[in-house]
């Protein structure tokens, strides 16, 4: 169908009324076909006023625009009225609303709108309504006759725009003139402070595209909101289980954001307020926001920022209101309706942002926790093997197949287990369980490890999960140092001894788990001395070298008087290991160091856990240590040793979200203590506090450096399932 005459004439009608009623835009609506909805069929007015009307209302809701087309009288709404209505496409904004029915013939066509900003220079009068009234009966006349001669009135397949550029207004009570809280454009220049509104949305828009979690989008948000407006600080809470919660902020402090962290939406606050209404609350200055809140959170101290001004503003997907947005200045605020507007489209596109980076974040915390929970503590307490192990994800997902495991058969006899299930996904993961139990249910029924492999085999086949598998499991005789190796599919381990020789055994590596329903898999022995590392690894950590450089050559590059504490080699091991731009397969890594009757194996091992955030297992820990080392007769080193796990128990309690393992452990030559808990993040000795922002808390950096005073050795060793920190003293010279 042929608009253009019907929309010419719609244009030239809203032209006349943008100027003669000074009006930010006017703007034109025509029933759709079904008269279940108003379309957006031409509009006039100024950017980026006229790209944030409505575009489709709904002829039941209370809109002016729908109102005026139904009852076919002028309707009008303030903010509240407007904001009330949660349009799709439509940002609640400060505008005052005028609507006039269109109609021919008595029958009703849509609605003329007329949007004014809420601001000294430009509010209608009571004269408006009536004004529009009279142009919307001129324009209905027009659209009869063009009806009469067959042209549809309803909309076309999209509205026809005609923006009208104006220099930027002066705002009134603004400073010296200026116009804004900050420059946009050249003001003088008919179109460039809109054109440079909307260059801004743009960038925004394409920033937050990119943004995949909470840190990219605060990042953004600083970058592409706050610095372009001139502002100081800012901050943005979420909605959940009707308390807010504090998802990022710059430059605010922590005793205000600790206090808003958590609260209950119930409370009075700037934030409550335009979660409830929908609609943006602008403040000059903190007196004013003081007199209305006296309490209000999140503000900069007020004694450096006395004539600061804030505004704050809702943030939702669709009619969801899902949290709040504050942008704080270190001067008095004028923000023009312009930017109001251009703030309020700005903050728009976070809701749906917001949302995709929060549950792409659940997402990954859900696959972490499955793979953490899958994995084995990484921290065994083996008679004459000392064993520490690493497992790295796929930067793609957070779930794997991979595996190791370290399995106590008898006084004398431990098994070292690595495994990769094909695939980086929930059935991979699933399968990875299965095997992983399997395998250590007849490794600890006395199988032997080509019995387990071949039980486990089967065990695969029943199940037919469709995926392939390798294993492999080295059984480790204490007593005399022999080693038992099977493998189905996967590399055997790599040998350190301890002159610095290493060796990759040449090992009879039977069919992959779920080739062959009744595969053949045969054993070879080793034998080693005490000082000999084993490592054990899957194909992720050798897909991720440089082709010349093999686990074999890797070992021997580190020397023949390299470290052997394997909680320490596998650091080593994975530093020196050269990774590709994106890890594509998970890495799981195995060492230990085969001990034997020699000085330094373990002769006692104690352990007690204390459940998540109980203080007062601080002092039980203390207990703990103090008893063991009085039975073994080292009281002499019980002062020192109950310091640290003083320090480090509180550290794990204080934060991690987790229950917190603990163990002694005596040497011949040392005693050691380890406390593990399920955050993965590795601590780092502070002396002094780095954070810009008042009142950061350096209490775990101050623990680990009293540890780090006292300790012969510490260190922290990642596991599957969080951290251990360690840390030990010589019990002789």
């Not at 809140?293 to 505004?311: K, Q, T």
């Not at 370290?406 to 980086?424: C, N, P, W, Y």
Request: hydrophobic share 40%; aromatic share 6%; with cysteine.
């Amino acid at each position: 169908m042929d608009f253009s005459g019907r929309n010419t004439i719609l244009v030239e009608a809203l032209r006349e009324a943008v100027v003669a009623l000074d009006a930010e835009a006017v703007l034109a609506y025509l029933f759709e076909e079904d008269g279940e909805a108003l379309r957006l069929t031409a509009a006039d007015g100024t950017p980026p006023t006229i790209y944030i009307m409505p575009e489709r209302i709904a002829v039941k809701t209370q809109y002016p625009t729908a109102v005026a087309a139904r009852s076919g009288e002028i309707a009008i709404g303030g903010p509240s009225a407007c904001t009330a209505v949660r349009l799709p496409g439509a940002v609640p904004i400060p505008w005052q609303v005028v609507s006039a029915p269109l109609a021919c013939h008595g029958h009703p066509l849509g609605a003329l709108t007329a949007v004014w900003a809420l601001a000294p220079t430009a509010s209608p009068t009571d004269k408006s309504g009536s004004h529009l009234g009279a142009m919307a009966d001129k324009l209905s006349t027009r659209l009869s006759e063009l009806a009469e001669a067959g042209v549809p009135m309803t909309p076309g397949p999209k509205p026809v725009i005609a923006p009208v550029l104006r220099p930027a207004r002066v705002l009134a009570g603004g400073a010296d003139g200026q116009a804004g809280a900050s420059d946009w454009g050249l003001p003088e220049i008919p179109g460039s402070s809109a054109i440079t509104f909307m260059y801004h949305i743009h960038q925004l828009a394409a920033a937050l595209n990119e943004a995949t979690n909470i840190t990219d989008v605060m990042e953004v948000v600083q970058q592409r909101i706050m610095k372009p407006f001139g502002a100081e600080s800012f901050l943005v809470t979420s909605v959940k289980y009707e308390r807010l919660w504090v998802a990022g902020y710059s430059d605010c402090p922590q005793e205000a954001v600790k206090r808003l962290h958590g609260s209950s939406v119930h409370l009075p606050s700037p934030f409550t307020t335009v979660l409830e209404t929908r609609a943006p609350l602008v403040y000059c200055d903190q007196a004013a926001l003081l007199d209305e809140y006296p309490e209000a959170e999140g503000l900069p101290r007020i004694e450096e920022n006395a004539d600061g001004g804030w505004v704050y503003l809702p943030i939702g997907v669709g009619s969801r209101p899902t949290g709040a947005f504050a942008l704080g200045f270190r001067r008095p605020l004028h923000l023009g309706i312009d930017e109001q507007a251009v703030l309020l489209m700005m903050v728009d596109l976070l809701g749906p942002t917001l949302l995709r980076a929060w549950l792409h974040q659940a997402e990954q915390s859900l696959a972490e926790r499955v793979q953490k929970k899958l994995l084995p503590e990484a921290t065994w307490d083996l008679p004459g093997l000392a064993t520490a192990a690493r497992y790295l994800p796929a930067c793609a997902s957070g779930l794997g197949g991979d595996w190791y495991d370290v399995i106590t058969r008898s006084q004398a006899k431990a098994a070292l287990v690595v495994g990769d299930v094909e695939g980086h996904s929930i059935d991979s993961s699933v399968v990875m369980a299965q095997l992983r139990t399997g395998i250590r249910s007849y490794l600890m029924e006395g199988h032997t490890p080509t019995s387990a492999l071949e039980r486990t085999n089967r065990m695969l086949a029943v199940l037919d999960p469709g995926l392939l598998a390798t294993c492999c499991i080295v059984d480790v005789d204490s007593d005399d140092g022999t080693l038992e190796i099977a493998s189905a599919g996967h590399p055997g381990p790599v040998v350190r001894y301890p002159d610095g020789s290493v060796l990759a055994p040449d090992i009879s590596t039977g069919l992959p788990l779920g080739v062959d329903l009744d595969p053949c898999y045969r054993p070879t022995e080793l034998s080693v001395v005490p000082g000999t590392v084993l490592m054990l690894y899957t194909n992720g950590l050798s897909a991720s070298s440089a082709d010349e450089l093999t686990a074999e050559s890797l070992l021997a590059s580190l020397g023949r008087f390299a470290e052997t504490r394997p909680e320490r080699l596998v650091g080593l091991v994975l530093q020196a290991w050269p990774e590709p731009p994106v890890r594509r397969d998970d890495v799981a890594l195995l060492i230990a160091e085969y001990q034997g009757g020699q000085g330094g194996g373990l002769q006692h091992a104690e352990g007690t856990s204390i459940r998540r955030h109980n203080l007062q297992g601080v002092g039980a820990a203390r207990t703990f240590v103090r008893e063991h080392l009085h039975e073994w007769g080292l009281d002499d080193r019980a002062d020192e040793l109950e310091l640290m796990t003083s320090e480090v128990v509180t550290n794990a309690l204080v934060h991690a979200d987790s229950d917190v393992d603990l163990r002694v452990k005596q040497y011949e030559d040392r005693v050691r203590v380890e406390v593990r808990d399920s955050d993965p993040t590795p601590p780092v000795p502070e002396p002094i506090v780095l954070s810009n922002q008042p009142g950061s808390e350096s209490e775990h950096g101050r623990g680990l450096i009293i540890v780090d005073g006292l300790a012969s050795e510490w260190g922290n060793t990642p596991s599957g399932r969080g951290k251990t920190i360690w840390f030990e003293q010589a019990t002789r010279a």
